[in-house]
């Protein structure tokens, strides 16, 4: 993206904030270091024991609390911010916080915050600062932000599509039987940062194999690979802040003829999540669609997570494909779909997708073959 394009759209985007906590009753939204930060405003912080706050309010320019000697990320940003900077001794950390939140005057208002990133830290100075402040969620608020990609964001996480698929591919001939779970992990992941990977993998890859594969969360192990198993591979890269997030499945060698059949039954519940997703529809049916076919098949119980989460500049994030979500689906949102069925201490499939809603129904960002192959 052009400095010029950059600049359009992080003011495009402070601006649209404010629309939205004009419309939701608020009077401003704290942040801290996080994808929400970097969305609105292209900061770069790392959350650490030195605190980082931006503010906003509406007709107001953002103010910042930081450490001194971070300054220079504030050089050349393409709109005005207020700056507070501090030292090393945190004793004089409260009096800073103070000026900052009483010079964009939201002490005793009500400020917004985002629930799952603001940490005790940051919301004791803003607090202490003006305790009469009230907090309130803005989780809805920046999810209807960021739900919505626009195109230099698509072609982002095209990137990452791209990255992780060419980084599967050059793993795919390494892996033999008696391999350690860690062992295929350890090479996937050093073909990611081959590819082009931003240098930290937006999660660790999950490689589980035979009864490991019936966790849909493992964590990869000294297990080896062994005939008859099917082996999850669950992985993704990043680019430009981006994710993207894929699964698919393999057997190694002959399968048991129940094993066979699971892996078709995921593969038709994927196939019709895809078919069935465009605009319009309600989260919570798309959802439906995928489960449907594996609840058919007898394997209901054994599909024991929604169908799929959204996905962006993180990887679990709005709108998440589950039961009760009435969220209708827009162009311009993207989420993955992952039916999977997991039989305790035997085995288990996954195989999921990267998919954004157009205009007129959904396109797959990922394209490897979704068919469970066999490796030897």
Excluded at 184 to 201: I, N, S
Excluded at 304 to 320: A, L, V
């Amino acid at each position: 993206m052009s400095n010029e394009n950059t600049q359009t759209t992080l003011i495009a985007r402070q601006k649209k904030l404010a629309e939205e906590l004009i419309n939701a009753d608020l009077d401003g939204m704290a942040l801290n270091p996080g994808p929400s930060l970097v969305y609105l405003t292209g900061l770069h912080f790392h959350l650490s024991e030195r605190p980082v706050v931006v503010l906003f309010k509406p007709e107001a320019k953002p103010v910042i609390v930081y450490p001194e000697f971070e300054s220079l990320k504030l050089n050349n940003l393409p709109y005005e911010i207020e700056p507070f900077p501090y030292g090393e001794d945190p004793s004089t950390w409260g009096s800073v916080f103070s000026k900052a939140v009483h010079s964009i005057k939201l002490a005793g208002k009500k400020t917004s915050v985002e629930p799952r990133q603001l940490r005790f830290l940051e919301y004791s100075l803003i607090s202490g600062a003006a305790p009469e402040t009230v907090f309130r969620s803005g989780e809805a608020i920046l999810a209807k932000l960021r739900m919505h990609k626009d195109q230099a964001e698509l072609e982002a996480m095209r990137r990452a599509v791209d990255i992780a698929q060419k980084a599967l591919n050059a793993t795919i001939p390494e892996i033999k039987i008696g391999m350690t779970e860690k062992q295929v992990a350890a090479e996937l992941t050093l073909q990611l940062l081959k590819a082009g990977c931003d240098p930290e993998v937006p999660f660790s890859p999950i490689v589980s194999s035979g009864p490991n594969a019936a966790n849909p969360h493992a964590t990869p192990t000294e297990r080896k690979l062994a005939t008859g198993d099917l082996l999850v591979i669950d992985w993704g890269a990043s680019f430009n802040g981006y994710i993207s997030d894929i699964t698919r499945t393999f057997a190694l060698g002959k399968l048991e003829p129940e094993f066979e059949h699971i892996c078709k039954v995921v593969l038709e519940a994927n196939t019709a999540g895809r078919e069935y997703a465009k605009p319009g529809i309600v989260a919570e049916q798309l959802d439906h669609a995928t489960r449907i076919v594996v609840e058919t098949a007898g394997y209901g119980k054994y599909f024991t997570h929604r169908t799929g989460h959204g996905i962006g500049m993180e990887g679990h994030e709005d709108p998440y494909i589950r039961a009760g979500n009435q969220l209708i689906l827009e162009p311009g949102m993207t989420f993955t779909i992952e039916p999977g069925v997991y039989l305790p201490g035997r085995n288990g499939v996954r195989i999921e997708d990267d998919v954004l809603i157009t205009a007129d129904g959904c396109e797959s960002l990922t394209t490897l073959p979704r068919e469970v192959r066999k490796l030897s």
